[in-house]
């Protein structure tokens, strides 16, 4: 693992959608901050894939709850295996999601993509916030929402829509539960290098009739620093927004997107 601060020293996070993209990256950088982490997500095999490589590099094993974010009994008993199984919690990082288009017919995705960011990540905080360590140390409960939740994309209206309102739901519970000094805070990623990023390219270049890379320069063209992101830059606001470098930092929208978006 890179060097890092040891701020987060045995201090117990679940982090949702760790077995791949920013999710995993997330993880291993709070791994290598000396957290102990629950990764919780549906794909038990990428989950060990990624506990697996936080612990080969030194971190604290972390364990892995597989559960569909959908379903409320299930994170439940997920976080409650956590708790049982590591203590408290010193916060959740609300990250599982899925992406991709959605057009009105029999096979219109809005609903699942609805079910699955929205209410999903509304099931994760709640479950989170009954097994928040006391304080009056801060607690924190930090949301991955997207750029696509500052603006419309044709096509996308239920990954607008369900990113967008992860927002309201941020300002909201950090409202509730500020008189507790619990820290509630969202991140709007734009392109990230990630599988998800990448098959979005692919859309387009689908789209367009061009190449990859003509349609990944193309994509760019709308970023003023002509980039994307990598997952290990969003873990790195995430590190920042858990430590006490952060405090008072509630019920804000941090926004990563290489001025794609201001």
Known sequence: MLDHPRRQQRQHYVVTGAGTGIGRAIAMRLAAEGAQLTL???????????????SSSGGLRPSVETADIRDQAEVEAAFDRAHAQH???????????????????????FVDLVQTNLVGSYHCLRAAQTHLAPGPEPRHLVVISSILARFGVPGYTGYCASKSALLGLTRALAMELATDLIQVNALCP?????????????????????????????????????????????????AWLVSTDAVGVTGQTLDMNNGAWM
């Open 40 to 54: 919780i997500a549906r794909n038990q095999t990428r989950l060990e894939t990624t506990a697996e490589a936080i």
């Open 87 to 109: 203590g408290p919690l010193r916060g959740l990082i609300a990250n599982s999601g899925i992406g991709g288009s959605n057009e009105p017919g029999p096979s219109d995705r």
């Open 190 to 238: 734009g392109w990230v290098n990630t599988e998800m990023a990448r098959e979005g390219i692919e859309g387009i270049a689908t789209g367009m009739g061009v190449s990859y890379n003509e349609a990944l320069a193309e994509a760019m063209k709308a970023v003023p620093m002509g980039r994307m992101s990598e997952p290990e830059h969003v873990a790195g606001l995430v």
